[in-house]
């Protein structure tokens, strides 16, 4: 969906939504877990991303949400050259950790 093609908004409010009802405690939701991607396989999330899911992934796994945000930063890839892009969590490399 296009940027300004109604559904995607509407589909950008029920997502928000969602997130609001799951969550105890209000915070802001980054915008890439409310909007989707074209394509539906990016490999990899925001550093934000993943920390906003930090106690609903630690609960599903059985662990600490220390030790789930020690493994985000492990599995997370900088900037290239330091100043190219932005951050990135390796979603693969994270879900390994997590198995291991």
């Given at each position: ?9 509407d589909a950008v409010v029920a997502r ?58 492990n599995n997370t890839i900088p900037r ?21």
């Amino acid at each position: 969906l296009g940027p300004l093609n109604p559904a995607l908004a509407d589909a950008v409010v029920a997502r928000y939504q969602q997130y609001q009802t799951a969550d105890s405690a209000p915070q802001s939701v980054p915008v890439e877990l409310l909007t989707a991607s074209a394509s539906g396989l990016d490999p990899d999330i925001s550093p934000a991303a993943a920390l906003y899911q930090v106690a609903r992934v630690a609960a599903a796994r059985h662990m600490d949400s220390a030790q789930l945000k020690t493994l985000i930063a492990n599995n997370t890839i900088p900037r290239q050259f330091g100043v190219l892009g932005e951050p990135r969590l390796n979603v693969l490399g994270l879900n390994l950790a997590l198995d291991e």
